[in-house]
């Protein structure tokens, strides 16, 4: 007797509705969720850049920061109740708006964009744990180094290098394939332990000597002529730049607030955005000026202000605070890459393939792909321009926004039929056209092109910071006039 093929399905543990028992988020977690956000060395590094290097108002860019965060706020909200309500990760409640086979091959963009950014910021997390390697085998043996096995170079890294790649894709796999009730504790832990570092480096630059470090931070605060309205332009520049910073996290937030308790503790985690926004700033303009003021006490550092943490601390003639602050970074990289790219990848992709993937078999995937962007990053994707692509790629995450919310509050009025979601029948609410609405598909389009234009088109670049906006508006209202019974 033969046996039969699984039946295919549209149904995944992993994409169903949150367990009302794990609906145990509150504002708190999202408060670490938002503050592991800001923690990245990209984020280190603009917010500083923002106050130090373009010799703006210190005003113009904080309104201006508090402005792009209440946009992340805002959209945020939108994107996370219809989440928070059903239970349902972003790429599920797509099927709503693109029908079941659109929500397929539409939203495995974000796992290309997800597991690319990955890969590349797993190979410089990788980078501070051969920093690691080497300072251990210094402080063991300094002559081990000069071997002739470790300046054996392969696609521009030796054996240390290879090392320290291999172990932060074992290890991130190993910790972010465990569940969200295990992320979530990770995301906090995360969270608190950056800011301990921050706190800790902070009294540690103060207390070398107080009133010197006091003198350097307030002598980098430009205070004069706020009230100018040649500011303005300035404060919408800061505030797209801000809001750009965060707008891949925006698209699949629902994948998050599916664990909220309820609406109020979304809308108050959301606003902690600005709170971590404000204290984080404080913390890294506060060390960056401490240690930019005792730098240039020597002439050989007058050159430049530093505004990268690696940079920092390359600087530094202090083991233990090189030591110490690796560890923070990587600490920080590691679980921005778990809320950025891994998890969202990770449900993007078992909705590609829901009968056949789990949680863990994702992750491998993921891992293998992470593995190979990171061995060939330096050497041969970083000198192709491959990051125009992945933005060109991005350029979809508005107009999928757009569509989606025009879909839930203005097509639907917040109703979802839950059971049809996961329907392959042809009389399937979400069926439309074998899978695809091709309404939806019209309006992803004509966002996009607005969307990708910002990208291309040289004239059009001055608006890149907002071309998320673009496309969600554009594809939004198309959206609606197809849609419109």
Same mark, same amino acid.
């Given at each position: 007797?033969?046996?039969?093929?699984?039946?295919?399905?549209?149904?995944?543990?992993?994409?169903?509705?949150?367990?009302?028992?794990?609906?145990?988020?509150?504002?708190?977690?999202?408060?670490?969720?938002?503050?592991?956000?800001?923690?990245?060395?990209?984020?280190?590094?603009?917010?500083?850049?923002?106050?130090?290097?373009?010799?703006?108002?210190?005003?113009?860019?904080?309104?201006?920061?508090?402005?792009?965060?209440?946009?992340?706020?805002?959209?945020?909200?939108?994107?996370?109740?219809?989440?928070?309500?059903?239970?349902?990760?972003?790429?599920?409640?797509?099927?709503?708006?693109?029908?079941?086979?659109?929500?397929?091959?539409?939203?495995?963009?974000?796992?290309?964009?997800?597991?690319?950014?990955?890969?590349?910021?797993?190979?410089?997390?990788?980078?501070?744990?051969?920093?690691?390697?080497?300072?251990?085998?210094?402080?063991?043996?300094?002559?081990?180094?000069?071997?002739?096995?470790?300046?054996? *170079?392969? +696609?521009?890294? !030796?054996? /240390?290098?290879?090392? $320290?790649?291999?172990?932060? @894709?074992?290890?991130? %796999?190993?910790? #972010?394939?465990?569940?969200?009730?295990?992320?979530?504790?990770?995301?906090?832990?995360?969270?608190?332990?950056?800011?301990?570092?921050?706190?800790?480096?902070?009294?540690?630059?103060?207390?070398?000597?107080?009133?010197?470090?006091?003198?350097?931070?307030?002598?980098?605060?430009?205070?004069?002529?706020?009230?100018?309205?040649?500011?303005?332009?300035?404060?919408?520049?800061?505030?797209?730049?801000?809001?750009?910073?965060?707008?891949?996290?925006?698209?699949?937030?629902?994948?998050?607030?599916?664990?909220?308790?309820?609406?109020?503790?979304?809308?108050?985690?959301? *606003?902690? +955005?600005?709170? !971590?926004? /404000?204290?984080?700033? $404080?913390?890294?303009?506060? @060390?960056?000026?401490? %240690?930019?003021? #005792?730098?240039?006490?020597?002439?050989?550092?007058?050159?430049?202000?530093?505004?990268?943490?690696?940079?920092?601390?390359?600087?530094?003639?202090?083991?233990?605070?090189?030591?110490?602050?690796?560890?923070?970074?990587?600490?920080?990289?590691?679980?921005?890459?778990?809320?950025?790219?891994?998890?969202?990848?990770?449900?993007?992709?078992?909705?590609?393939?829901?009968?056949?993937?789990?949680?863990?078999?994702?992750?491998?995937?993921?891992?293998?792909?992470?593995?190979?962007?990171?061995?060939?990053?330096?050497?041969?994707?970083?000198?192709?321009?491959?990051?125009? *692509?992945?933005?060109?790629?991005?350029?979809?995450?508005?107009?999928?926004?757009?569509?989606? @919310?025009?879909?839930?509050?203005?097509?639907?009025?917040?109703?979802?039929?839950?059971?049809?979601?996961?329907?392959?029948?042809?009389?399937?609410?979400?069926?439309?056209?074998?899978?695809?609405?091709?309404?939806?598909?019209?309006?992803?389009?004509?966002?996009?092109?607005?969307?990708?234009?910002?990208?291309?088109?040289?004239?059009?670049?001055?608006?890149?910071?907002?071309?998320?906006?673009?496309?969600?508006?554009?594809?939004?209202?198309?959206?609606?006039?197809?849609?419109?019974?």
């Amino acid at each position: 007797m033969s046996q039969q093929k699984p039946k295919k399905t549209l149904i995944n543990w992993d994409l169903v509705t949150v367990n009302p028992n794990d609906k145990n988020w509150d504002w708190k977690d999202l408060f670490c969720f938002w503050g592991i956000n800001i923690q990245s060395i990209i984020g280190f590094s603009l917010i500083v850049s923002l106050y130090l290097i373009y010799s703006l108002n210190t005003f113009v860019v904080f309104f201006g920061t508090i402005l792009g965060s209440l946009l992340v706020y805002f959209f945020s909200n939108l994107i996370g109740k219809p989440s928070q309500k059903f239970g349902l990760p972003f790429v599920v409640l797509l099927r709503s708006s693109l029908g079941f086979r659109g929500a397929k091959y539409f939203g495995l963009i974000r796992f290309l964009v997800g597991v690319f950014l990955f890969g590349i910021q797993t190979y410089f997390l990788s980078k501070a744990f051969g920093y690691l390697i080497r300072i251990s085998i210094f402080y063991f043996n300094p002559s081990l180094l000069d071997q002739e096995l470790f300046i054996i *170079f392969l +696609l521009g890294m !030796n054996i /240390i290098d290879w090392v $320290a790649l291999i172990i932060s @894709i074992f290890l991130q %796999v190993f910790l #972010f394939s465990r569940g969200m009730n295990f992320n979530r504790k990770l995301i906090n832990i995360s969270a608190l332990t950056v800011y301990f570092g921050m706190i800790l480096f902070f009294f540690s630059v103060l207390l070398s000597d107080v009133k010197f470090t006091s003198s350097a931070f307030l002598n980098v605060l430009d205070l004069s002529n706020f009230i100018d309205i040649n500011n303005l332009g300035p404060i919408i520049t800061v505030a797209g730049t801000t809001f750009a910073y965060f707008v891949i996290i925006i698209l699949s937030f629902g994948d998050f607030s599916r664990y909220v308790k309820n609406e109020s503790e979304l809308k108050k985690g959301n *606003f902690s +955005l600005i709170l !971590n926004l /404000i204290i984080f700033t $404080a913390f890294a303009l506060f @060390i960056v000026s401490g %240690v930019d003021a #005792f730098l240039k006490q020597n002439p050989e550092n007058l050159s430049r202000i530093l505004t990268n943490p690696m940079d920092i601390i390359g600087k530094l003639d202090d083991l233990l605070i090189t030591v110490l602050a690796l560890c923070f970074i990587i600490v920080a990289s590691a679980s921005t890459n778990l809320i950025a790219n891994f998890i969202p990848s990770q449900y993007t992709l078992i909705n590609f393939a829901p009968s056949s993937l789990t949680l863990k078999s994702a992750s491998y995937i993921i891992a293998f792909f992470g593995l190979i962007i990171g061995i060939f990053w330096l050497t041969y994707l970083s000198q192709i321009g491959i990051l125009s *692509f992945i933005d060109t790629f991005g350029a979809f995450f508005g107009p999928l926004f757009g569509i989606m @919310i025009s879909d839930y509050y203005f097509i639907r009025n917040g109703k979802l039929n839950n059971k049809d979601i996961y329907s392959l029948e042809s009389n399937g609410e979400y069926y439309y056209s074998a899978g695809w609405h091709l309404k939806g598909v019209y309006s992803l389009i004509i966002g996009f092109i607005f969307s990708s234009s910002t990208i291309w088109n040289s004239n059009l670049m001055f608006l890149q910071s907002y071309s998320w906006v673009i496309g969600a508006f554009i594809s939004s209202f198309v959206y609606y006039l197809l849609a419109r019974k």
